[in-house]
């Protein structure tokens, strides 16, 4: 139930986020997020995979516990 929680508040801080970049700039929000891919895709070509770390890094029960 807390990843739920956790989710749906990401979900909804993005939804704030974007509603509030797109009233400021003007900008339509679809144009916005078709924009973001398109950089995002031409990042992944350009930049070697290697160098690309994941936005989470799983840890040990271990780990985790220090």
């Given at each position: 139930?807390?990843?739920i929680e956790?989710k ?13 970049v797109?009233?400021d700039?003007?900008?339509n929000?679809?144009?916005?997020i078709?924009?973001?891919l ?6 992944l070509?350009e930049?070697?995979?290697e ?6 890094i799983?840890l040990?029960?271990k780990?985790?516990?220090n």
């Amino acid at each position: 139930m807390q990843e739920i929680e956790e989710k749906l508040g990401w979900i909804l801080g993005f939804k704030a986020e974007l509603d509030s970049v797109s009233s400021d700039k003007s900008l339509n929000k679809a144009f916005m997020i078709e924009e973001a891919l398109s950089h995002y895709f031409h990042a992944l070509k350009e930049i070697p995979s290697e160098m690309i770390l994941p936005k989470r890094i799983p840890l040990s029960e271990k780990d985790s516990s220090n």
